[in-house]
T-cell receptor
Framework: DVKVTQSSRYLVKRTGEKVFLECVQD?????MFWYRQDPGLGLRLIYF???????EKGDIPEGYSVSREKKERFSLILESASTNQTSMYLC??????????FGQGTRLTVV | GNSVTQMEGPVTLSEEAFLTINCTYT??????LFWYVQYPGEGLQLLLK?????DKGSNKGFEATYRKETTSFHLEKGSVQVSDSAVYFC????????????FGSGTRLQVQP
């Protein structure tokens, strides 16, 4: 089975902190994605990557950055967390144009 | 740009009722279409997909047909169960360019015994 693992299910951080969300996949997928999920808005794409050390902005990249140093790992970084970044964050991976496989999500609360 | 529109929820049904969740899309070319399901406290799981016009995706009693003429991909199930209670997301992926999925806002389904 394809497995996408996010490092934390729940996180609570303070305003202004630098926050790292980690995602690892075990299927050698070249594509990896970070979405945030908010009620009534569905999933919105933050950043994505098609290869190691490659990244592209999604629809809502402001306040975020990413890192992909190894093929299996894709990290989302909140440079200075703010309360409007309180959300559910979902990582996904895929190969070519196949369907995406999702992690279980990280619910981040910024206080 | 690409977009997906889903009917707003929540949808509340009794067990064994017929389910329809409407989904329409806007996209150029020939996108692939997906339905994902999210059970409480979990990530998204692929429910079914269709990659070209008139294809029917099916899984676990759910079906959806890719209708290019009406740009729709409505989800149906003939007899829902309490265990189908979840949030359902319609999504598309372009056939060229960006490989990321574009999602609708999700529809919450509540099935009562």
């Amino acid at each position: 089975d394809v497995k996408v693992t996010q490092s934390s299910r729940y996180l609570v951080k303070r305003t202004g902190e630098k926050v790292f969300l980690e995602c690892v996949q075990d299927m050698d997928h070249e594509n990896m994605f970070w979405y945030r999920q908010d009620p009534g808005l569905g999933l919105r794409l933050i950043y994505f990557s098609y290869d190691v050390k490659m990244k592209e902005k999604g629809d809502i990249p402001e306040g975020y950055s990413v890192s992909r140093e190894k093929k299996e790992r894709f990290s989302l970084i909140l440079e200075s967390a703010s309360t409007n970044q309180t959300s559910m964050y979902l990582c996904a991976s895929s190969s070519g144009r196949s369907e995406a496989f999702f992690g279980q999500g990280t619910r981040l609360t910024v206080v | 740009g690409n977009s997906v529109t889903q009917m707003e929820g929540p949808v509340t049904l009794s067990e064994e009722a017929f389910l329809t969740i409407n989904c329409t899309y806007t996209a150029t070319g020939y996108p692939s279409l997906f339905w994902y399901v999210q059970y409480p406290g979990e990530g998204l799981q692929l429910l079914l997909k269709a990659t070209k016009a008139d294809d029917k995706g099916s899984n676990k009693g759910f079906e959806a047909t890719y209708r290019k003429e009406t740009t729709s991909f409505h989800l149906e199930k003939g007899s829902v169960q309490v265990s189908d209670s979840a949030v359902y997301f319609c999504a598309l992926r372009r056939d060229t360019g960006r490989r990321a999925l574009t999602f609708g806002s999700g529809t919450r389904l509540q099935v009562q015994p």
